[in-house]
Nanobody
């Protein structure tokens, strides 16, 4: 079964940066580049929300409005890893960040709702505080 391992979270001061990683493994009959990847987050007391998504080749990306200009998603298919570079962090970015994967039939697809994703990592906590 596909397994995702998110890492890179931690405590950072406002305006600081973090890079999250999502390492994937356990593919059977398929490969990492058959999957679109999404990053989601859930803050205390709030619902989970989408942050950013990337297509199988990395050629197409989508960002939530709050992430535009500050976050960058990328993937290295040779390493089965997706990254989320987060700059200019704000206290409101504090949340548990999850990566998720879904097999897609069209390479440019980037599902944008959590329900469309089949495989989830365990989450990594990002705390932005002075």
């Amino acid at each position: 079964d596909v397994q995702l391992q998110a890492s890179g979270g931690g405590l950072v001061r406002p305006r600081g940066s973090l890079r999250l990683s999502c390492a994937a493994s356990g593919f059977t009959g398929l490969t990492f580049d058959d999957y679109a990847i999404g990053w989601f987050r859930q803050a205390p007391g709030k619902e989970r929300e989408g942050v950013s998504y990337i297509s199988t080749s990395g050629g197409a990306m989508y960002y939530a409005e709050f992430a535009k200009g500050r976050f960058t998603i990328s993937r290295d298919n040779s390493k089965n890893t997706v990254y989320l570079q987060m700059n200019s962090l704000k206290p409101e970015d504090t949340a548990v960040y999850y990566c998720a994967a879904v097999w897609v039939t069209l390479k440019a697809m980037m599902p944008r709702t959590a329900d469309e994703y089949d495989h989830w990592g365990q989450g990594t906590l990002v705390t932005v505080s002075s």
